[in-house]
């Protein structure tokens, strides 16, 4: 299975372009697509990640995200690449979650508030995604964002991006039941997402959209998922 990747390279430049955070906005092709946006941070900063996609809100740059995307996977690496690792906090925990993982109410990555929670089988549900990094060190890192379910074995071995990923997406956007309904999708795999507490002259310069396939075959296999989500249930297609 091929992963389609759309990425963007932000670097420093000269003042006049100045900007304390990015607001990204798009729609995964397919299921198995990944975005990946790259930073790099010349002293330490407390970086702040926002997904806006599944619930809707207003990002960053002051734009309305409408409710409706699919429910985001978001993580954090250092470096980039293959070679890129998953960061972790102080107890191991990566930084990375999505709605279908155990790992979605701790530590409190969940994004709504700001972003909202849409009445889904009778209940608010949050789905979009809230990452704060305390004294991120001077270096170059990517931002990770797909569909919740299709997830890099990294966030279960605390590994590298170059491992690839698990999918149980059945190939649909936002494959789970919550609340016991069908999760709605009505904007077909949208995203949004900010990345904030960026230093005064960093910008994006974008590159092609697509740039190839996976490094290596994709991997198939039960990574990160167990049995105890909430409200929850995987593998079956809308």
Known sequence: ???????????????????????????????????????????????????????????AAGTLIL????????????????????????????????????????????GCPPAGAPTIGGSPQCGDITMTLPSLAAGTYTVVLSDGQYTPFAVGDLGTLGEGFSDFTAGAFCNVLINGVDCPDPLGGAYAFDITGLPSGVATVPEPAFSGTLLGTVLLGLVFITSSLRRKKRGETK
Do not use: H
């Not at 999505?98 to 790992?103: E, G, I, M, P, Q």
């Open 1 to 59: 299975m091929n992963r389609l990747l759309m990425i963007s390279v932000i670097v420093l430049v000269p003042a006049g372009l100045q900007a304390d955070f990015l607001s990204f906005t798009g729609t995964l092709p397919s299921s198995t697509a990944v975005v990946e946006k790259t930073f790099t941070l010349s002293s330490a900063a407390t970086i702040g990640l926002q997904t806006w996609g599944f619930g809707g809100g207003t990002n």
């Open 67 to 110: 409710p409706g995307g699919t429910d985001p996977f978001l993580a954090i690496f250092s470096g980039t690449g293959a070679s890129a690792t998953i960061l972790t906090d102080g107890a191991s925990n990566p930084f990375g979650t999505s709605l279908d993982l155990s790992n979605y109410g701790n530590p409190n990555f969940v």
